[in-house]
């Protein structure tokens, strides 16, 4: 006959045994009321970006297909601590611009992740950090040698939270943080509590940007637009209740030249940069190699004038959704400026396809070598449309474009001998 305290233990085995595979296995306890919209939340426009049962919506960073471990767990997305710094990422199949985002999550002890957002994918971007702001994930309590900017909650290496105003649950619960992204004003939130805000593309934003981390990512926190991504950083986490509600672009005027110096631009190569009574100039320098100056900021969807006027040479160029893939290389589409003969208007291709659009010969006339002249670039979606001197040149259709985002940079062509001024540059974002 079995004694009392063998029933005790063997009871108190039977409910261990039972217990705690439940608790390890039951990481999003709860499920059937996780991973879904109020009445008024779908009222208000929030999309969930996870369906708690699959990975539909996801895929590979740089990908056509998810291949990288994670997995789904009772409702949860879960990264399976495999990843590296570079390797283990997952992003949305959809681009968003300006948005609320919300989700739980649950690191494990020393744990270490990431949401990021406006993530490009081109192959020249082998990680998607170094074009992504990141929402940095980790406990800090269990994870050495942190620097401030590496800190829960953080943007990371650009703001760090307010002191005092963070309050995070222990590894193994559950926390719930919010992006807001609204034209360029950010807030961070944590547990229902706001612990950072500032201005993206600000003169602040910019000297954080190229005075740490970011000063060798050209393109970092540029975009206005990407995929959302989620970081397995090597150690497991968990994610539910990701959703995100989608908030209006607003349209502005902007002058990108001054007339006083080059403030908003930045220069890349030897070639020369200069203003000069009230003018930009572009000249060729000793090396006589390509030049660009490039605004600093994204223009995706825009109308632009601008006055040219072609001193010598005058093979140039304004450069649309581009983007520096090195520090003298421009990659995007170009809106031709040559001399009389060579496509002034037309669109080329600075990688892969070459000319778009050449300009018909008897178009080549408009034209006014020596003289100013006035170039409109409009670009919506994947449509380019060109006029010169209120003659219409292009109007080209390409997907390829309509795929694409960046900057608008002027350009030196190499060869030197080339001089070229610039005036009443003025945009209106579309």
């Known amino acids: 006959m079995e004694s009392v305290k063998g029933k005790m233990v063997k009871a108190v085995f039977i409910v261990l045994s039972v217990a705690l595979p439940a608790l390890f296995f039951s990481s999003c306890a709860g499920e059937s009321k996780q991973n879904r919209l109020t ?46 710094d570079e390797s283990g990422y997952i992003v949305t199949e959809r681009q968003y611009e300006n948005f609320i985002l919300s989700w739980d999550f649950k690191l494990s002890k020393g744990g270490n992740s990431g949401m990021l957002y406006h993530v490009v994918e081109r192959p020249q971007f082998a990680v998607p950090y170094v074009t992504g702001p990141e929402y940095q994930l980790i406990d800090d309590d269990n994870f050495e040698g942190l620097e401030p900017w590496q800190k829960m909650g953080v943007d990371y290496a650009m703001y760090t939270p307010e002191a005092g105003r963070m309050k995070v649950n222990p590894p193994g619960q559950w926390n719930t943080a919010r992006i807001v992204f609204d034209n360029g004003h950010v807030e961070h939130w944590m547990n229902g509590v706001k612990i950072l805000e500032f201005e993206a593309w600000t003169d602040d934003w910019f000297e954080r940007k190229n005075s740490g981390k970011w000063a060798g ?34 349209t502005a ?27 930009l100039v572009c000249e060729s320098g000793p090396d006589r190699k390509y030049g660009y100056l490039a605004t600093r900021t994204y223009y995706n969807d825009f109308d632009l004038s601008v006055d040219f006027k072609q001193e010598a040479n005058g093979n140039s160029g304004v450069f649309i959704r581009s983007f520096i893939e090195e520090d003298v290389k421009v990659n995007g589409w170009q809106v031709e400026v040559a001399p009389p003969g060579h496509d002034t208007g037309g669109i080329y291709e600075s990688y892969g396809r070459g000319w778009l659009i050449q300009i018909p010969d008897e178009k080549e006339s408009v034209l006014r070598m020596g ?26 259709t390409d997907d390829r474009i309509g795929a694409g985002q960046g900057r608008i940079a002027l350009q030196i062509h190499d060869g030197g001998g080339i001089k070229v001024a610039w005036k009443n540059l003025k945009l209106t974002t579309l």
């Open 253 to 279: 005027e902007a002058e990108l030249f001054n007339g006083v110096n080059l403030d908003g631009w930045e220069a890349y190569g030897t070639e020369l940069w200069y203003v000069q009574n009230g003018l």
């Open 39 to 84: 009445t008024k939340e779908i009222a208000e426009g929030w999309q969930l970006l996870f369906d708690g049962k699959t990975l539909n919506g996801w895929r590979d960073y740089n990908g056509t297909a998810l291949a990288t471990p994670w997995h789904v767990v009772n409702g949860c997305i879960q990264a399976k601590g495999e990843g590296s």
């Open 371 to 396: 003289e100013w002249n006035t170039m409109r670039i409009r670009v919506e979606g994947n449509n380019v449309k060109t006029w010169l001197n209120g003659q219409e040149m292009a109007d080209l």
């Open 217 to 250: 990512a050209p393109e970092y926190g540029l975009a206005h637009k990407g995929v959302i991504c989620l970081q397995d950083h090597g150690y497991p986490a968990s994610f539910r209740n990701i959703k995100i509600k989608e908030l209006p672009r607003k």
